[in-house]
């Protein structure tokens, strides 16, 4: 089962240590992940994993954090959409990395410029959330700022908690639970992000307006 997961977050959210995590590097409590290169917004990490009788393939796409110092969150979202977009890769889970803990306006900031772009299609994934943890406690405070999409988060059951640190098969296990869960329901069609027919339909349109176009001179000319 081949998965191509799109990972967004903060600057230490967790989000890189997630993709590691998911591509099977075994990462140490007190190791640091190296940050993207300032150019990079992307960075694709592949590797299979087995659960039970099922063989994931996991395609994960690092992206760059978001609140870091010298860049402006709206370009560095615009940016990844953009390169995303335009990449003819479809998404199968878009993963917003947050630190379970206090909420600030940041964090709201963040969420809500996520979903202007991705929409309520997002899956939160909450780090440093050991399993003797409920998320609901978190996702509920979240409601009081961004209540449409929390309720399609909870209804849909788009959300995970997993501790990367101390529990990292159990965090593997956990996410390969949700995509199994979501490929079972169908639930897979609704956090689908096809990007790149996105962008064949916009070439096809304008394709036909321009040839609309040069009818209309072509008739002005006879005429």
């Known amino acids: 089962m081949n998965r191509n ?4 977050g903060r600057t230490g959210s967790g989000k890189t240590t997630l993709a590691r995590v998911l591509t099977g590097e075994r990462v140490k409590a007190d190791s640091t992940p190296a940050p993207l290169p300032e150019s ?8 299979a994993y087995k659960y039970g009788s099922v063989l994931f393939k996991y395609n994960v796409l690092d992206t760059v954090g978001f609140s870091d110092l010298d860049r402006n969150n709206a370009s560095i979202m615009a940016e990844i959409y953009d390169m995303a977009r335009t990449s003819f ?14 909420i600030d306006d940041q964090i709201v ?7 202007r772009f991705f929409g309520s299609r997002i899956t939160l994934v909450f780090t ?3 399993s003797s943890v409920s998320v609901t406690p978190y996702l509920d405070g979240l409601a ?6 929390i309720v399609v988060t909870k209804n849909r ?14 965090a593997l296990q956990k996410i390969a639970e949700y995509i199994s869960r979501k490929q079972q329901t169908n639930a897979i069609a609704v ?3 096809t990007f790149g027919r996105v962008v064949m339909e916009e070439r096809k349109m304008m394709g036909i307006l321009f040839c609309l176009v040069a009818l209309l001179l072509v008739v002005i000319i006879i005429l």
């Open 109 to 115: 900031r963040e969420i809500k410029e996520v979903t």
């Open 89 to 102: 890769v479809s998404f199968h889970h878009v993963f917003y990395v947050v630190k379970l803990g206090r």
């Open 191 to 193: 956090n689908k992000v």
């Open 128 to 130: 440093h959330c050991p």
């Open 157 to 170: 059951g788009n959300y995970v908690g997993v501790d990367l640190l101390n529990e990292q098969e159990l």
């Open 5 to 8: 997961i799109l990972v967004l």
């Open 40 to 47: 990079q917004v992307l960075q694709t990490l592949t590797k």
């Open 144 to 149: 009081r700022y961004v209540p449409e999409l």
